[in-house]
């Protein structure tokens, strides 16, 4: 049979039978649509205009370091929960204040911080390794396989996933194979805190100059063996006892610093035997020097120099050993005759 004969006669029928449904279906989404334009009509939400101004003066990185998924909800925050306008690191005082401005407040002070890494290995040139890991090259990864493949499990395992999270190229990786912070660059977002699995990295304020290099909460003997020359922190309690300021605690043979203590003297650094604590300011102080006609040899300055840099007999005049001052300036502080200075 010719079905070319047969198209003229089912044509009609084909149409209607298509037409129909189309047509139900073609107004059905239209009603849906006037529907949906109704409601957004009616239950519209005025979204603050401060909202938008907040966003535009904000950097845009949506690194979540002000604890927001990102900066929409930041800027959402300060305006409709009373967030702080100060917590965009990366915007730094000048975005705080600009945020002040359109709120009608006033912008605390906003002081940088720093993120700081609590370790001194990393890479294969500086870590000791139990096995040979050959699997997915991230520390996450890593860690979850036989505790990781680095013998120190406190320690960085250094597959880069700080360095991969940070937007800002603050990051980079030494010909020594040791991961290093550029402070410049550094805005304090917090994303290679969040990357670390193990947790080795911490937000200090920039102001501060003293840190500790390891994580190891390893006894002595075990944290050098696994370590070896990489200064591990031994649990020794030497910086606790020297600290003048009583602002560092040991627990589980790892030292702390309280920063709401901490001088920035350096003490600490000094006495610390395996050379754990990094102070960036060591050998830049300006040390101290005894005015011999005002010293009356009272003794009170010796017991306190935790590097033994005094020296005299009591009732004597004393004099300070410049090869040995750190310029912390724990001396001058307890002389009562005021008879130590800061050697110009």
């Given at each position: 049979?010719?079905l070319?004969?047969l198209?003229?006669?089912l044509?009609?029928?084909l149409?209607?039978?298509?037409g129909?449904?189309v047509?139900?279906?073609g107004a059905?989404?239209?009603?849906?649509g006037l529907?949906?334009a109704?409601?957004?009509?009616?239950?519209?939400?005025?979204?603050?205009?401060?909202?938008?101004?907040?966003?535009?003066v904000l950097?845009?990185?949506n690194?979540?370091g002000?604890g927001?998924?990102?900066?929409?909800g930041?800027?959402e925050?300060i305006?409709l929960q009373?967030?702080?306008v100060?917590?965009?690191?990366?915007?730094g005082?000048k975005?705080?204040?600009?945020?002040?401005?359109?709120?009608?407040?006033?912008?605390?002070?906003?002081?940088?911080?720093?993120?700081v890494?609590h370790c001194?290995?990393g890479?294969?040139?500086n870590?000791?390794?139990?096995?040979d890991?050959?699997?997915?090259?991230?520390?996450?990864?890593?860690?979850?396989i036989?505790?990781g493949?680095n013998s120190?499990?406190?320690?960085?395992?250094g597959?880069?996933?700080?360095?991969?999270a940070?937007?800002f190229d603050?990051?980079?990786?030494?010909?020594?194979?040791?991961?290093i912070i550029?402070?410049?660059k550094?805005?304090?977002c917090?994303?290679?805190v969040?990357?670390?699995?193990?947790k080795?990295?911490?937000?200090?304020?920039?102001q501060q100059n003293?840190f500790?290099?390891?994580?190891?909460?390893d006894?002595g003997?075990?944290a050098?063996q696994?370590?070896?020359?990489n200064q591990?922190?031994i649990g020794?309690?030497i910086?606790?006892k020297k600290?003048?300021?009583?602002?560092?605690?040991?627990?589980?043979?790892?030292a702390?610093?309280d920063?709401?203590?901490?001088?920035?003297?350096?003490v600490?650094?000094?006495?610390?035997?395996?050379?754990?604590?990094?102070?960036?300011?060591?050998?830049t102080?300006?040390?101290?020097e005894?005015?011999?006609?005002l010293?009356?040899?009272c003794?009170?300055?010796?017991?306190?120099?935790?590097?033994?840099a005094?020296?005299?007999?009591?009732?004597?005049?004393?004099?300070i050993?410049q090869?040995k001052?750190?310029?912390?300036?724990?001396?001058?502080?307890?002389c009562?005759?005021?008879?130590?200075?800061?050697?110009?």
């Amino acid at each position: 049979m010719n079905l070319s004969l047969l198209l003229p006669i089912l044509a009609p029928s084909l149409a209607s039978d298509i037409g129909v449904p189309v047509l139900i279906i073609g107004a059905m989404g239209l009603a849906f649509g006037l529907l949906l334009a109704f409601a957004s009509k009616v239950f519209a939400v005025n979204r603050d205009p401060r909202v938008e101004e907040i966003i535009s003066v904000l950097p845009g990185a949506n690194c979540g370091g002000c604890g927001k998924a990102g900066c929409a909800g930041y800027a959402e925050a300060i305006v409709l929960q009373g967030a702080p306008v100060n917590l965009c690191t990366p915007g730094g005082p000048k975005v705080a204040q600009e945020i002040a401005k359109i709120m009608g407040t006033e912008a605390e002070a906003v002081v940088k911080k720093i993120a700081v890494i609590h370790c001194s290995t990393g890479g294969k040139d500086n870590t000791k390794w139990k096995y040979d890991y050959r699997g997915i090259e991230t520390c996450l990864s890593a860690v979850n396989i036989a505790g990781g493949p680095n013998s120190c499990s406190w320690g960085c395992v250094g597959f880069n996933d700080c360095l991969n999270a940070c937007k800002f190229d603050a990051i980079s990786v030494d010909e020594s194979g040791m991961r290093i912070i550029d402070i410049e660059k550094c805005t304090g977002c917090a994303a290679c805190v969040k990357a670390c699995p193990r947790k080795l990295i911490d937000l200090i304020s920039i102001q501060q100059n003293v840190f500790i290099k390891c994580s190891s909460k390893d006894k002595g003997p075990l944290a050098r063996q696994v370590c070896g020359t990489n200064q591990p922190c031994i649990g020794c309690g030497i910086c606790v006892k020297k600290c003048p300021q009583q602002a560092i605690t040991m627990a589980n043979n790892l030292a702390s610093i309280d920063y709401s203590k901490c001088t920035d003297c350096g003490v600490c650094a000094a006495v610390c035997p395996t050379n754990a604590i990094l102070d960036t300011l060591r050998g830049t102080r300006k040390k101290s020097e005894i005015d011999a006609e005002l010293c009356d040899g009272c003794h009170i300055c010796v017991p306190v120099c935790a590097v033994g840099a005094i020296k005299g007999e009591e009732n004597q005049k004393h004099n300070i050993d410049q090869d040995k001052c750190i310029g912390c300036g724990v001396c001058i502080t307890v002389c009562p005759k005021n008879a130590i200075k800061t050697k110009e």
